[in-house]
């Protein structure tokens, strides 16, 4: 989940049963902090659960995850609009070195960093 201009964007995860693509977003009532109805934008292109993702500016970018049947080392990336509808996602031509999920990322200084993480059972120190 990340925030743009008073917008909760939800996207991807898994309700016990079913690992989703969809992305939802709600405004936010800076007044009261209330939330408007959760309404559906662009889907993502896969099946995302548990990425590393990070917002730059306008920019969502979703590293890895797992897709329901096996981690990814696929990144993904869109911008939000200013009503936070989000643009079609894309898929970066520069894969992950290794598939993985449950990683974090961060940005710094024009960088995205991404640590840790789980695959195939095995815990990630990269």
């Keep these: 989940m990340v925030e743009h201009n008073n917008n909760l964007i939800v996207f991807g995860g898994y309700n016990g ?8 977003k709600a405004s936010v009532n800076p007044a ?8 559906p934008t662009t889907a993502l292109l ?3 659960f548990r990425s590393a993702f990070i917002k730059v500016g306008s920019t969502i970018i979703s590293a ?3 897709n329901g ?3 990814i080392n696929k990144v993904y990336y869109t911008e939000i ?3 936070g509808t989000v643009e079609p996602w894309q898929e970066s031509a520069n894969n992950l070195p290794q598939a993985f999920d449950a ?3 961060t ?12 695959n195939s059972g095995v815990y990630l120190n990269t």
Excluded at 17 to 24: L, N, P
């Design 64 to 66: 890895g995850g797992y």
């Design 46 to 48: 896969e099946n995302v």
């Design 32 to 39: 009261d902090g209330s939330l408007s109805a959760f309404t």
């Design 69 to 71: 049947s096996a981690s």
């Design 103 to 105: 990683a974090s990322a």
């Design 81 to 83: 609009n200013p009503d």
């Design 17 to 24: 049963s079913v690992f989703r693509d969809k992305v939802y």
């Design 107 to 118: 940005y710094a200084n024009g960088f995205m960093y991404v640590t840790g993480g789980h």
